[in-house]
């Protein structure tokens, strides 16, 4: 078998979730396979500007093939875009220039999609909402997959997408609320899809006495890693933590890992390390009482399943709805919808250490179920197997409008769209389709505990998390 | 306040944030969620607002109301206007008629006067725009400040919950404190000294009591005396002669010269001996005046020490070490 994986940015100095996740699980399936990865030359998510040459190189035994970026993202042109095509009435031609505008534009990727299509069995492409996942999805319908990475943004109410998700093979989603937004959206329930998710390569022996010697940490602490920024709800853990140090008379202190975006309050209970590599990262999360995860908008959350995966609770913002799902699926997390939430459920968490070791150790045996290697690659192979004993000649995508019709403003503002879809959680996870050929894994799926509904998702309400402006969304998007 | 009840062996996340919802709820008293809040805050701000006439959403009724003015109109006129044209050959021939034109009338009143009118006209609506751009800008302080008045008046109820809440937690604390006092027991002290011991911990406090005139002293000697009769005798046990103890002329040691300065300040202290046994223990043997205030217990032995001790004990300044309080009031 011959995999393409189609990607905006590649490399090991890449760090971007949707990145680090197609790196993954290209490294992954280069054991069952041969895997080509197609790439930008960009390094830069905000500017795309070509900073690696184009061409072909080799990294971690992968052949990677880099393509120019036509252009690019000019900032004000990309802002001006997308308040439009989120928050007023448009045409499809004004998405197209969105989608053009958000970069990475590669003419010469899409075209080398277009001319070595039957190169390859199958195309995976990640993020949906790149110029590489859109057009080169077109140029391959027929043999490609998928990974969305959506979040619950309005990008994702933007009409271009929704022959997208309804025209490829097979979707690979990250959660069974990713999964059920988008077949809200597109109605493509007959496409052949899994949850599927990414593993972690976590050491089975972080050194959580080596990080408080290094960075001279004493005490209980929380943690948070990511990027220190407003839209990743920053803002409102360090009002929430202050309330807790003030009201709950709490002892945990907080370390902030990952580069700040923003200022971080002065406190002698923060402590910002900056960015750290991956042995001082785990090393941190192993000496955590808790990780913290305030962010409104994941589509999967590595750092979760990572400190998941070290058995340590997690407390997630119960606005998000992925995370606030995971914790209830696995019972391994609490999730705060304010800060009195926050305070009372940080405390529980600080205090009562058979929750906390009850948390950590649900989180583990979720991880291992869940998103343990072997049963991610065993989902993809599983769906390769699928797509093969299917007829390829079923679907077929559906085509951009004419010149006329594309520039008829009728498309409702994509924000509006995904206000309107379902939200909330997923309580239980429904089968998957192709569960019952998911034979590589039989004990490891018995353990997963109660036999699960065949009912569809239940779905919980929750108030909806802040709408995103085209201008954060433009500023900060990244998947 | 109810406690987690989380049993090890399942941890169920949904009835846990119920019980941690239910905490919240008892704390705060009502069951408010953060939309409940929010919604009444917008009551509030309703109820404020409409004594007023005023709207919340002042500023868009304000836009809605008062249309944006019209594009201005060209107002200028200038000597040439009345012969202009986009027209090249009819602006010739106005140009070749004009001289003809004057013999019937004098147009150059005319155009002077609508010239300054244009001005005018131009400098009216100059002045309209500022004032509609001002009155926006009027519109948004008033809309402003009203929104900042009503949320600073629910910063002030949330304020005022704080404080209350904080009255009640120094109440507990007092009541707290109140009832660990109580925990103190009072032992009426023995014959010769007078030692209080507080329960638990008995080396933690000892007060000497030598003001009281002791019952085996010779009568009408006084506490002075005695000490001194405390000082000659140490100084035959440590070979100096009572004279140099007396005056102070030989060498001491550095643990009897703080006995001294503090037996001279009227704080109770020890002998050289006794602090050689002491201060190894890690019990405190001396103590500054700052440290051991009048009437309270001091740090050091336990009172069995103390009494095999006591001929040790220097009180000059017998007044000083009476325990001030009735052990009563305790």
Not at chain 1, 315 to 324: E, T, Y
Not at chain 2, 30 to 51: H, M, N
Request: aromatic share 8%; charged share 30%.
């Amino acid at each position: 078998m011959k995999l393409a994986v189609v990607v905006q940015r590649y490399g090991l100095g890449v760090n971007g979730g949707a990145e680090l996740h197609a790196r993954y699980v290209a490294e992954r399936l280069a054991r069952h396979a041969t895997v080509d990865v197609l790439t930008t030359c960009a390094l830069d998510y905000v500017t795309w500007r070509n900073e690696l040459t184009k061409g072909t190189e080799e990294i971690n035994g992968l052949t990677v093939r880099r393509f120019l970026v036509s252009h690019e993202r000019e900032p004000l042109r990309f802002a001006s875009r997308s308040e439009r095509v989120f928050g007023e009435t448009h045409s499809v031609a004004d998405e197209l220039q969105w989608l053009d505008a958000e970069g990475p534009s590669s003419p010469t990727l899409v075209s080398y999609i277009s001319r070595h299509v039957a190169d390859y069995d199958y195309w995976i492409f990640f993020s949906y909402r790149y110029y590489h996942a859109f057009h080169g999805a077109r140029a391959a319908a027929r043999r490609a997959v998928l990974v969305p990475t959506a979040e619950r943004d309005p990008a994702l109410g933007l009409s271009i997408f929704k022959p997208v998700f309804r025209g490829v093979r097979a979707l690979m989603y990250n959660s069974p609320e990713e999964r059920a937004v988008i077949q809200a959206l597109a109605g493509n329930h007959d496409v052949p899809s899994v949850v599927v998710g990414v593993g972690s390569d976590v050491p089975h022996n972080p050194q959580p006495k080596r990080f408080r010697h290094k960075f001279k940490i004493r005490g209980p602490f929380a943690i948070y890693v990511g990027r220190i920024d407003e839209n990743k709800g920053c803002r409102e853990l360090f009002d929430a933590f202050g309330a807790y140090r003030e009201a709950a008379a709490g002892q945990l202190s907080l370390v902030l890992v990952g580069n700040a975006l923003m200022s971080v309050p002065q406190s002698p209970h923060i402590r910002h390390l900056g960015f750290l590599n991956d042995a001082d990262k785990f090393d941190g999360m192993a000496a955590a009482e808790v990780l913290i995860m305030p962010s409104y908008f994941e589509s999967l959350s590595m750092v979760a399943l990572e400190a998941w995966a070290l058995g340590r609770p997690v407390l997630a913002n119960a606005r998000c709805d992925v995370l606030k799902g995971q914790c209830i699926r696995s019972n391994a997390g609490l999730y705060y919808g304010d800060t009195w939430e926050f305070i009372e459920a940080l405390r529980a968490i600080e205090q009562n250490r058979w929750l906390s070791a009850g948390l950590g150790r649900n989180g583990r045996q979720f991880f291992r179920d869940h998103y343990d290697w072997s049963v991610i690659e065993g989902k993809y192979l599983d769906i390769f197997r699928r797509l093969s004993a299917e007829e390829p000649s079923r679907r077929s995508m559906d085509s951009l409008p004419g010149w006329l019709r594309r520039r008829r403003p009728d498309c409702t503002p994509g924000g509006e769209v995904v206000a309107g879809l379902p939200a909330g959680p997923i309580l239980e996870a429904s089968p998957e389709p192709s569960s019952a050929s998911l034979v590589s894994h039989p004990e490891r799926r018995q353990r997963t505990g109660p036999a699960r509904s065949t009912e569809r998702p239940q779905r919980r309400k929750s108030t909806q998390p802040p709408r995103r402006t085209g201008r954060q969304a433009s500023k900060t998007r990244r998947t | 306040m109810a406690d987690l009840n989380i049993r090890s062996d399942s941890v169920n996340v949904e009835q846990i944030m119920e019980q941690i919802r239910e905490r919240i709820r008892e704390k705060r008293d009502v069951d408010y969620t953060e939309e409940q809040i929010k919604e009444l805050a917008a009551v509030k701000l309703e109820r404020f607002l409409d004594p007023r006439g005023v709207r919340s959403d002042l500023l868009e009724q304000f836009r809605r109301a008062r249309p944006l003015p019209p594009e201005r109109p060209n107002y200028a006129f200038e000597e040439q206007t009345l012969y202009e044209s986009h027209r090249a050959p009819l602006r010739w021939i106005r140009r070749l008629l004009r001289p003809l034109l004057k013999l019937f009338f004098n147009p150059n009143p005319l155009i002077q006067a609508l010239n300054i009118q244009s001005r005018l006209n131009d400098r009216e609506a100059r002045l309209e725009g500022t004032r509609h751009e001002l009155d926006q800008l009027n519109y948004e302080v008033i809309h402003n400040l009203v929104v900042e008045v009503t949320r600073m008046g629910i910063e002030v109820k949330n304020v005022k919950m704080r404080v209350e809440s904080l009255t009640s937690r120094l109440e507990f604390n007092e009541r707290r404190a109140r009832a660990l006092e109580g925990v103190v027991l009072y032992k009426p002290p023995t014959e010769g000294t007078g030692t209080v011991t507080s329960e638990g911990d008995a080396d933690e406090e000892v007060a000497v009591d030598e003001a009281r005139p002791d019952k085996t002293s010779p009568e009408g000697e006084g506490p002075g005396q005695r000490s001194r009769r405390r000082r000659r005798r140490r100084g035959r046990r440590s070979g100096a002669s009572a004279a140099s103890v007396m005056t102070g002329t030989e060498q001491t040691t550095g643990a009897e010269s703080i006995g001294d300065t503090a037996a001279s300040r009227g704080v109770v202290s020890t002998t050289a001996a006794r602090d050689a046994d002491t201060q190894d223990a890690g019990a405190t043997t001396s103590s500054s005046p700052g440290s051991a205030p009048t009437g309270q217990a001091v740090a050091g032995p336990s009172p069995a020490e103390s009494r095999a001790h006591e001929s040790t004990v220097e009180s000059p300044e017998p007044a000083s070490t009476i325990p001030e309080r009735d052990p009563d009031e305790q």
